[in-house]
């Protein structure tokens, strides 16, 4: 088993849908959870970060951590065209050298006008 | 923007011949990460430093060696370019080292 899942995709989606993207785990060590947008032949660009299980929202994104599950989410709100692009989950443990990122595969989303 | 550049953005090479990748940094961070993206395998992390002159090997470290002799600069080099080593490239910088990390644009190198 991968330490990070996440369901490839792609997945499209009418303008103004509420989109759900999604990774599973089997690190229990692992504290620190991003999501990261990238763009066609562009790097990676931080969405949001969390520590440990719980919620963040941030403008019309919501990630959600349940360490208990394994299993941490992305949601996007009234989704828009420019939200078209590759999502990325990362997590990392926690002290002494672990402060390397695991990635998951990505998800290719396309918003439809 | 995170003041990291990638040099060069686009490279093409010959198998067997040595390539070196530069990744520069411009607001003095400890720890920066070069990771390789391919179709199916998504980012793999290959070499990583904690400071200067001091570095360790990631996931994907076989065939790709890495110096940092001053702390803005993270030098990959291919010692021996295979067709395997055609991916995408991104170098990474962490601010503290349990804290998101931050992209370069990226090199695309391929070798022919």
């Known amino acids: 088993q991968k330490e990070v899942e996440q369901d490839p995709g792609p997945l499209s989606v009418p303008e103004g849908a509420i989109v759900s993207l999604n990774c599973t785990y089997s690190?229990?060590?692992?504290?620190?959870f991003m999501w990261y947008r990238q763009y066609s032949r562009k790097g990676p660009e931080l969405l949001m970060y969390?520590?440990?299980?719980g919620n963040k929202e941030d403008g019309r994104f919501t990630a959600q951590v349940d360490k208990s599950s394994k299993y941490i989410s992305l949601f996007i709100r009234d989704s828009q065209p420019s939200d078209s692009a590759t999502y990325l989950c990362?997590?990392?443990?926690?002290?002494?050298?672990?402060?390397?990122?695991?990635f998951g595969k990505g998800t290719l989303l396309t918003v439809n006008p | 923007d995170a003041g990291i550049t990638q040099s060069p953005r686009h490279k093409v090479t010959e198998t067997g011949t040595p390539v070196t990748l530069r990744c520069h940094q411009t607001?003095?961070?400890?720890?920066m990460y070069w990771y390789r993206q391919d179709p199916g395998h998504g980012l793999r992390l290959i070499h990583y430093?904690?400071?200067?002159?001091?570095?360790d090997k990631g996931e994907v470290s076989d065939g790709y060696s890495v110096s940092r002799s001053k702390t803005e600069d993270f030098l990959l080099t291919l010692e021996s370019a295979t067709s395997s080593q055609t991916s995408v490239y991104f170098c990474?910088?962490?601010?503290?080292?349990?804290?998101?990390?931050?992209f370069g644009q990226g090199t695309r190198l391929t070798v022919v």
């Open positions: 430093s904690y400071g200067v002159k001091d570095t």
């Open positions: 969390t520590y440990s299980s």
């Open positions: 990474a910088i962490t601010r503290q080292e349990n804290t998101e990390a931050f």
């Open positions: 607001e003095n961070h400890r720890y």
């Open positions: 690190n229990s060590a692992f504290q620190y």
């Open positions: 990362a997590m990392r443990s926690s002290g002494g050298s672990n402060y390397k990122l695991t």
